[in-house]
């Protein structure tokens, strides 16, 4: 089992940065493949990014690719999300995610019945 825990989130003006920041517990970090999803009020839950297990590949919705990267750093068992260029679009409580299987595309890792560790989710606020 593996235990998240996000933190990062707040508030920022548009064009702004934030960094998100998802720690796990437990010595069998690098065994799972890892994600994150955001759910803006009201609407469903949907896919931001994914990363494998080693970190060589990533995967991006296409609304935040080009924008956001994600990142791991397997000796601290922490997942990243480095968010850039900010818009009000991408208020939402952001959540990390978790999965012991690892995907090869990324219908796969956007849908959030294949993860079954979630972390409490960290809310990201962009003003206009």
């Known amino acids: 089992q593996v235990q998240l825990v996000e933190s990062g989130g707040g508030l920022v003006q548009a064009g702004g940065s934030l960094r998100l920041s998802c720690a796990a517990s437990g010595r069998t970090f690098s065994t799972y493949s890892m994600a994150w999803f955001r759910q803006a009020t009201g609407k469903e839950r949907e896919f931001v990014a994914a990363i494998n297990r080693r970190g060589g590949s990533t995967y991006y919705a296409d609304y935040v690719k080009g924008r956001f990267t994600i990142s791991r750093d397997n000796a601290k068992n922490t997942v990243y999300l480095q968010m850039n260029s900010l818009k009000p679009e991408d208020t939402a409580v952001y959540f990390c995610?978790?999965?012991?299987?690892?995907?090869?595309?990324?219908?796969?890792?956007?849908?959030?019945?294949?993860?079954?560790?979630w972390g409490q989710g960290t809310q990201v606020t962009v003003s206009s």
């Open positions: 995610a978790a999965t012991s299987l690892e995907y090869y595309s990324r219908s796969y890792y956007s849908r959030s019945g294949n993860y079954g560790y």
